[in-house]
């Protein structure tokens, strides 16, 4: 199989490595490093919901995405420098968001909500499925804090979740692009499934040129293979 440029095969991932509880005072934290990102996870418990929440028994998991000032190879502004929310931080939260509630049972975690900072301090293509993929362990650990002190029953994480970017580079499908090959890419896609290997979300676009149903396929078996090993790192941080 041709190699790329860091010369990966087409359906190897980067190197991704999961540190657990780099925080001390986080409900739940990870340090998620892959490939040349770097990604600090941070779970917080709170004991409230939203007021349309409020009363019906349901929790809510939600989160924050940032990157900071000299994450990326130019300075990222603040948003409070700024006076405006970053657009492109609002639609990856929204993402994160979505993604981690598919993993909890919300009538289990009761009225409270677990909120997920995921702060970018390097980036190279693919921060936000690195995002998801280690918020999950911080929210797991967060909620493994809640069971063993006996503040919640058993069983509200429902689900393992994790997120690759897969692509077409070349006229070849490729897994996990970088940030050299996602700038250059045809089309560009971020998968999301959990642990029963069911989407939660995909993101699909044909950025240069539009692709086939035997790329779409193909791209899918190496989003699912590489989403098999980032569970298998999942469960090593979690020990």
Same mark, same amino acid.
């Given at each position: 199989?041709?190699?790329?440029?860091?010369?990966?095969?087409?359906?190897?991932?980067?190197?991704?490595?999961?540190?657990?509880?780099?925080?001390?005072?986080?409900?739940?934290?990870?340090?998620?490093?892959?490939?040349?990102?770097?990604?600090?996870?941070?779970?917080?418990?709170?004991?409230?919901?939203?007021?349309?929440?409020?009363?019906?028994?349901?929790?809510?998991?939600?989160?924050?995405?940032?990157?900071?000032?000299?994450?990326?190879?130019?300075?990222?502004?603040?948003?409070?420098?700024?006076?405006?929310?970053?657009?492109?931080?609002?639609?990856?939260?929204?993402?994160?968001?979505? &993604?981690?509630?598919? *993993?909890?049972?919300?009538?289990?975690?009761? #009225?409270?909500?677990?909120? %997920? !900072?995921?702060?970018? /301090? @390097?980036?190279?293509?693919?921060?936000?499925?690195?995002?998801?993929?280690?918020?999950?362990?911080?929210?797991?650990?967060?909620?493994?804090?809640?069971?063993?002190?006996?503040?919640?029953?058993?069983?509200?994480? &429902?689900?393992?979740? *994790?997120?690759?970017?897969?692509?077409?580079? #070349?006229?070849?499908?490729? %897994? !996990?692009?970088?940030? /050299? @090959?996602?700038?250059?890419?045809?089309?560009?896609?971020?998968?999301?499934?959990?642990?029963?290997?069911?989407?939660?979300?995909?993101?699909?676009?044909?950025?240069?040129?539009?692709?086939?149903?035997?790329?779409?396929?193909?791209?899918? *078996?190496?989003?699912?293979?590489?989403?098999?090993?980032?569970?298998?790192?999942?469960?090593?941080?979690?020990?």
């Amino acid at each position: 199989m041709a190699n790329r440029v860091d010369g990966r095969k087409l359906d190897e991932l980067r190197k991704v490595v999961i540190t657990p509880n780099p925080l001390r005072f986080a409900e739940g934290s990870a340090m998620i490093e892959w490939g040349n990102n770097k990604v600090l996870c941070a779970a917080t418990l709170e004991q409230k919901v939203p007021p349309y929440l409020i009363g019906t028994g349901s929790g809510w998991v939600t989160a924050e995405y940032a990157m900071l000032p000299r994450s990326a190879k130019q300075r990222v502004p603040r948003e409070s420098a700024k006076g405006a929310p970053n657009k492109r931080g609002i639609e990856i939260s929204r993402i994160v968001s979505r &993604a981690l509630r598919a *993993a909890v049972d919300l009538k289990k975690l009761g #009225e409270r909500t677990i909120l %997920l !900072d995921c702060d970018v /301090i @390097e980036s190279d293509g693919g921060t936000r499925t690195a995002s998801i993929t280690g918020a999950w362990v911080a929210m797991a650990l967060a909620v493994r804090r809640l069971e063993e002190m006996g503040q919640a029953s058993q069983g509200i994480l &429902a689900h393992q979740i *994790a997120a690759v970017s897969v692509g077409v580079v #070349e006229g070849r499908a490729a %897994l !996990d692009l970088n940030y /050299i @090959e996602d700038a250059q890419a045809e089309t560009d896609m971020n998968i999301v499934m959990n642990e029963l290997d069911e989407f939660v979300e995909l993101q699909g676009t044909a950025e240069k040129r539009c692709f086939n149903r035997t790329q779409l396929e193909q791209m899918l *078996a190496m989003g699912q293979a590489g989403i098999a090993a980032l569970f298998a790192e999942q469960k090593r941080a979690l020990g």
